[in-house]
């Protein structure tokens, strides 16, 4: 594909996809680990009968869109900062006030993007940011003229947006991901577990984890320790300041950790990521009355959103702890038309990288203010603070969503 034909499939077609098929790391067949979420009888994994071509299948969730999407705005972040493409962002540097722990987040890594309150409560130029002029031009921008998040940062246009902090009680501009990703297990063995007293019926894993401890220190369970609320031990209960309660030597992290098995981890005939590009959605999106610009911007949108699909496959997929897949063979991207019809395209990394480079120079030319060297803000001094009793408290075991 090259620029003028990412042109004319922008006018006059519907969408860009890929089914890819995966396989774990381990092969075919090889036990995988995908999410899990609080259930009533501990941690599940999240089960749906779906249609899978002909057939219904029991399917598991592997990765989502949400988790999807931040993986490839990670392979974005990475080819711009490996000078393969041109990408404007906005970055609030940490480090420059002491947080190196922190370092820099860009806009690709906040979780509201453009719109995050890392970047709400940060500084440009010595001013606050949302008071800044292009903190003002954002807070204006909707999807009849986005060309100030569009100069910004475009990656917010690709993987969505939303002033959820905005004027208006969470009323503002939102901004519609133009592509979805999401990889799922198919034909997985599961168990039916029927509710005794309503008949509902849900679907559990059929595969099982173990799990145990030798403590090489062998100290028995039968040692009595003490223990406060703040984490000191003692076995003397009078060795310790406040009070204090008698505790398992596990409880502290010593002890052997007795055998269990717990329903998790799945096999699966194939795993299955669908990507899709809404070249129907990019086209929602003006820039303003000039048709060269708003062409240009979607054409360096979609480029964009090419280059964040296909860099995220380069290398295999580490999705968390015993859930590494990789391609099984490379599907083709297809070019989808309002009848359906459907024509294949080859893409690959660095192809889709010299598109992205073609689609920088035309919007440059239309008219855009795109500079690839990323804006740096600054955290203001109460964001700064923020931070440090977050890591005060982390450190006296006061920090998480349990406390």
């Not at 890929?18 to 999410?35: M, N, S, T, V, Y």
């Not at 598991?60 to 949400?66: A, K």
């Not at 921008?141 to 947006?161: C, K, M, N, Q, R």
Request: net charge negative.
């Amino acid at each position: 594909m090259d620029y003028t034909t990412l042109q004319d499939t922008l006018t006059s077609h519907a969408a860009i996809r890929r089914r890819q098929r995966l396989q774990p790391a381990g092969g075919q067949g090889d036990k995988i680990f995908p999410p899990t979420y609080p259930g009533d009888r501990g941690p599940v994994h999240v089960f749906e009968r779906r249609r899978v071509g002909d057939e219904e299948q029991i399917c598991v969730l592997i990765d989502s869109v949400q988790s999807q999407a931040n993986r490839m705005e990670e392979a974005l972040l990475a080819a711009a900062e490996a000078e393969r493409i041109r990408l404007p962002r906005l970055v609030v540097d940490f480090a420059a006030a002491g947080l190196d722990a922190v370092g820099r987040i860009s806009v690709l890594d906040a979780p509201h993007r453009i719109f995050d309150a890392i970047l709400r409560d940060s500084q440009l130029d010595g001013v606050p940011f949302r008071n800044s002029e292009l903190g003002k031009r954002l807070k204006l921008a909707t999807p009849e003229d986005a060309s100030a998040i569009f100069e910004a940062a475009p990656s917010a246009l690709v993987f969505g947006a939303w002033n959820s902090t905005g004027e208006g009680g969470g009323l503002g501009a939102k901004f519609a991901r133009a592509i979805t990703s999401e990889i799922i297990g198919v034909n997985v063995p599961a168990d039916e577990l029927v509710n005794r007293n309503t008949g509902e019926i849900t679907l559990r894993t059929a595969g099982r984890r173990t799990g145990s401890r030798i403590d090489p220190l062998g100290i028995p369970r039968s040692i009595e320790v003490f223990k406060t609320a703040d984490g000191e031990w003692a076995l003397d209960k009078d060795e310790l300041e406040g009070k204090a309660k008698k505790v398992r030597p596990s409880e502290i992290n010593h002890g052997n950790i007795t055998p269990s098995i717990d329903p998790l981890g799945v096999t699966c005939g194939y795993a299955l990521q669908t990507t899709v590009l809404t070249l129907a959605g990019l086209r929602r999106l003006r820039f303003g009355s000039d048709e060269r610009k708003n062409l240009a911007a979607r054409s360096y949108l979609a480029a964009l959103a090419l280059v964040a699909a296909t860099e995220s496959n380069r290398q295999g997929m580490a999705l968390r702890s015993r859930c590494d897949l990789v391609c099984d063979g490379l599907a083709p991207l297809e070019i989808v038309s309002f009848d359906g019809s459907v024509r294949e395209i080859t893409l690959d990394p660095d192809e889709a990288a010299a598109l992205c480079e073609a689609a920088f120079d035309e919007a440059v030319s239309a008219g855009f203010d795109l500079n690839p060297e990323p804006v740096i803000l600054e955290p203001q001094d109460k964001l700064v603070k923020l931070v440090r009793l977050a890591q005060e408290k982390a450190l006296s075991d006061e920090g998480g969503e349990d406390a």
